[in-house]
């Protein structure tokens, strides 16, 4: 009989409570006591054995431990450290030095874009710088016509705003040649972009020989560059849960992709917004990436408070884990015993397991129920 088929509900049928029972007697000359046997009545949970002295029990120890607050987030970049490559130049993209993923370091060529804007930029330039030298030539005889008495102060005070007009013009095309990224002493109609900052490439878009900026239909932003020396965990904890955590409390991090490694964060923020749909806050942990946190990764965040809660300890001989479910078994009387579910914690020394929840401590357990199970397969 299988373990799943031994607490299924028999119903009306009554079965044999012993060998006994059965028209079978036990022969001393035989040397050994019979097998237990096992049957269930209308109760799944509930288990009755011919021999219950051959399952021996034991207390449930009292184990007082810091109460924590378990809750599941993933891995997020730091917006405050996730910067947009941009080409300020509209045109066409001729070529691209980096993709999707990879690393890069600041002042790295990302990509080169052939742009109008520039050959604009630099046609203004040329123009501006020309009005400029004219100006100056113009105040530069108009002072000295002044010197000789030749024309009157208001001509001079003319030829000079007109010469401080020309040299703003001149400055603000030089400057909009250094925004685009292009020397006015090397023009060129391509520009180059380069990282902003060191970090992972964590979204692109644009291709070669597409467009780059807004002009042409083009994305504004080419690529987006984040620094994941730190990164975000956000997590969601119940509004129930909310008075247990403050900022600045400290938060254990475990890995579902390296179940072995802990981390250590700090809470940043609370979100102030509850999501109306399943009552729960947005909570944001900081922490240092040592290089094996990805973007989306998920993790367990465990909270530590300062109250103290009393948890049952059991020998991990006495948890039988099923279906992602953990269960023991406890006396119910006249040979029986009940299949109690419970929610076990950590594993700790002496091959002893936590209980947080299902039985108090002083619950007597079947201390082996390796060998209850055993009994009920053979049936």
């Not at 209308?42 to 184990?63: H, K, Y």
């Not at 006015?184 to 964590?202: E, F, L, M, T, W």
């Not at 109306?276 to 990764?297: F, Q, S």
Request: include cysteine.
């Amino acid at each position: 009989m299988t373990n799943k088929s031994a607490f299924q509900t028999i119903g009306y049928f009554t079965l044999c409570l012993s060998l006994a029972a059965c028209g079978r007697k036990f022969d001393p000359a035989a040397g050994t006591p019979p097998a237990a046997q096992a049957i269930t009545a209308g109760d799944m949970s509930l288990v009755t054995v011919d021999r219950p002295d051959q399952f021996p029990l034991i207390s449930a120890d009292q184990l007082e431990a810091v109460a924590e607050l378990k809750v599941t987030g993933t891995v997020n970049p730091d917006i405050a450290r996730e910067v947009p490559v941009i080409s300020l130049a509209s045109g066409r993209v001729v070529d691209i030095r980096a993709r999707l993923d990879d690393n890069v370091k600041k002042g790295q060529l990302l990509l080169r874009v052939q742009s109008p804007d520039i050959t604009n930029a630099f046609d203004v330039y040329l123009k501006a710088s020309n009005d400029e030298l004219l100006a100056n030539k113009a105040y530069v005889r108009a002072k000295d016509l002044y010197d000789h008495g030749a024309i009157s102060l208001g001509m001079l005070e003319q030829a000079d705003d007109i010469e401080k007009d020309a040299r703003a013009d001149l400055v603000a095309a030089e400057g909009q040649l250094e925004t685009l990224g292009v020397s006015k002493d090397h023009p060129s109609n391509i520009v180059n972009v380069y990282a902003p900052i060191s970090g992972v490439i964590i979204a692109q878009n644009v291709t070669n020989a597409g467009a780059a900026g807004v002009t042409f239909s083009g994305s504004s932003t080419a690529f987006t560059v984040a620094d994941l020396s730190t990164v975000w965990i956000i997590c969601d904890v119940y509004e129930n849960d909310i008075p247990k955590i403050q900022l600045g409390q400290q938060a254990q991090i475990r890995l579902n992709a390296y179940p072995d490694r802990v981390l250590t964060g700090r809470i940043s923020d609370i979100g102030p917004i509850l999501d109306p749909n399943i009552r729960t806050a947005k909570v944001r942990i900081e922490l240092r990436n040592p290089g094996v946190l990805k973007l989306g990764m998920f993790v367990t965040a465990t909270f530590e408070s300062n109250a103290i809660e009393v948890h049952a300890l059991v020998p991990a001989t006495a948890v039988l884990h099923l279906h992602d479910r953990d269960w023991v078994f406890v006396p119910a009387g006249d040979g029986r015993f009940r299949r109690v579910e419970v929610h076990s914690g950590n594993m700790l020394l002496g091959n002893k397991q936590e209980i947080l929840s299902g039985i108090p401590p002083g619950q007597q357990v079947v201390s082996n129920v390796l060998q209850l199970e055993a009994t009920l397969e053979a049936q």
